[in-house]
Structures are given as C-alpha cells and as structure tokens.
C-alpha cells in the first residue's frame, strides 16, 4: 500500500533552517509529482509545493518563493523540502502528498509539526 | 492565483440530514477539483477526485458535481463518523489551492 512518512520537523528559531523528508514506499516513486502541504494551527489547508515525477518543474505558494527548495532522490524513493529564513508564520504541520498533476493529490503522510520560536 | 471560496465556514447537522458544501473557483478550472474529509489529529483523506469521481475507499453516500467554476459535495445521509472538516482543492492550475473549509459538527 501506499505509504508517506515524514521527517524533519522541530522547533526552530526565525531565521532559521529546516530540512523536511519523506519516504516513500508501495507505488513506483519516479512516476509521480509530490507535494508539500501545511496547516497553522488550527488553521487550514495551504498547499506549499509541487516537483514533477522528473524534477523539471516545481511550483511554490507566494508565502514561500525564495526560502524554500523542493527537491526529490528518485533513487531513494524520498522527497525534501529546503526551508530557509524561518518566520513565525511558518509554523504549522507540514505534510507530504503524492499527487499526479492531472489527477490531484490521492496520498498524504501523517505531517511532521515545525514550530518557529525564539 | 486561482481563489476558491468554500461555503458554510461550519454547519450543524444530524444523523441521517443531507448535507451540500460548496466551493466557487475565481475562474474556469474544468473538472480539476478534488473532495477531502480531515478529522482532528489527522492527514486529510480524499473523498472525490475529478469532481464528481468517487474515490475507491470512500462511502457511496458522499457525492460530488460540477464544472468549470461551481462545485458540490453532498452527504446523502450524514453518519456519526462522518463530523469532520470538509476542503476543496483546485489543481488546474498552479499554486494548487485549497477552499477555507467547513467544519460538519453535531446538531
């Protein structure tokens, strides 16, 4: 089945840098768009970001652009997301998705909190 | 940016009412649009994809419809199990971008 498992998450100071992972497993990863969503506490869903199957193309939310990378090892099975200069408002549980372009996100993970405090 | 607006922002229900949330798309996404249900403390599960395509493991009460710029999801017969937060999500274009939500709670 499939199977997304984060990692990577913890309490950061603004200005800050984070590296999130996912893991992969059950489908055939190098076949697939994956995406990184968040949600503040008690907040809502915010899509943050996309790469294709290939790496060729990422997408990022304006909130991010310029502080955060996504990036994926095809041979690993498993995805990351860069975060630089961390804000308060960065802190949320941040999910990871698979989602084919075409057919929108099917999978989730169990999210990982990031929490950016001094 | 393509904005969603999803409606109500909550709504009390019973057991058994049927129950229609809608999202508006600031403009003409087709049909790519996707249904999730979030329960506290948990990811989302998606419930609907392409608008108005039953996801495998989602009950047959939960439907969906639309096109283009107005979309539904419908509760047929809303079960104990199924108080939770409802999101829109629109890929056609992107940022991808999620509906506010609305959250089904007990009457």
């Known amino acids: 089945q499939v199977q997304l498992v984060e990692s990577g998450g913890g309490v950061v100071h603004p200005g800050g840098s984070l590296r999130l992972s996912c893991a992969a497993s059950?489908?055939?990863?190098?076949?697939?768009?994956l995406h990184w969503v968040r949600q503040a506490p008690g907040k809502g869903l915010e899509w943050v970001a996309v790469?294709?199957?290939?790496?060729?193309?990422?997408h990022y939310v304006e909130s991010v652009k310029g502080r955060v990378i996504i990036s994926r090892d095809n041979s690993k099975n498993t995805f990351y997301l860069h975060m630089n200069s961390l804000r308060p408002e960065d802190t949320a549980v941040y999910y990871c998705?698979?989602?084919?372009?075409?057919?929108?996100?099917?999978?989730w993970g169990q999210g990982t909190l990031v929490a950016v405090s001094s | 940016d393509i904005q969603m607006t999803q409606s109500p922002s909550s709504l009390s229900a019973s057991v058994g009412d049927r129950v229609t949330i809608t999202c508006r798309a600031s403009?003409?996404?087709?049909?790519?649009l996707g249904w999730y249900q979030q329960k506290p403390g948990s990811a989302p599960k998606r419930l609907i994809y392409?608008?108005?395509t039953l996801q495998s493991e989602a009950p047959s009460r939960f439907s969906g419809s639309g096109t283009g710029t107005e979309f539904t999801l419908t509760i047929s017969s809303l079960q104990p199990e199924d108080f939770a937060t409802y999101y829109c999500?629109?890929?056609?274009?992107?940022?991808?971008?999620f509906g506010q939500g609305t959250k089904i709670e007990l009457k």
């Open positions: 059950g489908f055939i990863f190098s076949d697939y768009a």
């Open positions: 999500l629109q890929h056609s274009n992107p940022p991808w971008t």
């Open positions: 790469i294709s199957y290939n790496e060729n193309i990422q």
């Open positions: 392409a608008a108005s």
């Open positions: 403009q003409d996404i087709r049909n790519d």
């Open positions: 998705a698979r989602g084919p372009f075409l057919t929108g996100i099917d999978y």
